[in-house]
């Protein structure tokens, strides 16, 4: 059974500061997602990880994915207070040609002024 | 990103009462439709998958005969949550998904959020 993890579940940053969420996950997945949601919102895409060693950038925000040891990071650079929200991990479940997601506990990230 | 829209956004109703919630894909033809819910400050638990046109596939521990998808085009699916109890309320979150979109960017609609007196 595929099991998804995230840490921290809860994060408060100062603004302009650096932090790094992490996302483990159990079994062997050909693709990681991260989203954004705030606030009784539904969820904002944010980046999908293809390969071993791939890192995407997106502004203020960076994911990478290691297949081999089954993790995924979100580095977040010089924090800001519109990046507050919470940000989850997902990992695809199976094979086929449609993404049956498995989602990570997420983690909730205040950023303090 | 694809758009994908769900209706109601918001709807209250009373213990043994069913609710129908529909989601809608607008700029593509989605053979399957995932269906997730999520409680207050959890995440997201993928509740069934649907192929256009036939039966839904439902997680372990969700109660097909409580949770009645229909998904009898490629534009919309719909879900339907019987003889809803407090329990039930839950946000209730769509997402489209195409064998010819694509395998990478996986969408979601803006939700519906259940609320059970």
């Known amino acids: 059974e595929l099991k998804v993890e995230q840490n921290p579940l809860f994060l408060s940053m100062q603004e302009g500061k650096n932090y790094t969420i992490y996302c483990n996950y159990s079994?062997?997945?050909?693709?990681l997602y991260w989203y954004r949601q705030d606030p009784g919102k539904s969820l904002e895409s944010l980046f999908v990880?293809?390969?071993?060693?791939a890192v995407k950038q997106e502004g203020r925000l960076m994911a990478s994915l290691d297949t081999k040891a089954r993790l995924s990071t979100l580095h977040i650079t010089a924090a800001v207070h519109d990046l507050s929200a919470t940000y989850f991990c997902?990992?695809?479940?199976?094979?086929?040609?449609?993404?049956?997601?498995?989602f990570g506990t997420g983690t909730l990230l205040a950023v303090q002024p | 990103g694809a758009v994908v829209s769900q209706h109601p956004s918001r709807v209250i109703c009373k213990s043994g009462t069913s609710v129908k919630i529909e989601c809608r894909s607008l700029?593509?033809?989605?053979?399957?439709m995932f269906w997730y819910r999520q409680f207050p400050k959890q995440s997201l638990m993928l509740m069934a998958t649907?192929?256009?046109?036939?039966?839904?596939?439902?997680e372990q521990g969700v109660e097909k005969d409580k949770f009645l998808i229909n998904h009898a085009s490629l534009t919309l699916s719909t879900l339907t949550v019987t003889s809803a109890h407090p329990e039930d309320s839950s946000f209730y979150i769509c997402?489209?998904?195409?064998?010819?979109?694509?395998?990478?960017?996986?969408?979601f609609g803006p939700g519906t959020r259940l609320t059970v007196l």
């Open positions: 700029d593509f033809q989605a053979t399957t």
């Open positions: 649907s192929n256009e046109g036939s039966k839904a596939t439902y």
């Open positions: 997902a990992v695809a479940r199976g094979g086929g040609a449609t993404n049956k997601l498995i």
């Open positions: 990880l293809l390969s071993n060693g």
């Open positions: 997402s489209p998904a195409s064998p010819s979109g694509g395998r990478n960017e996986q969408f």
């Open positions: 079994t062997t997945s050909d693709r």
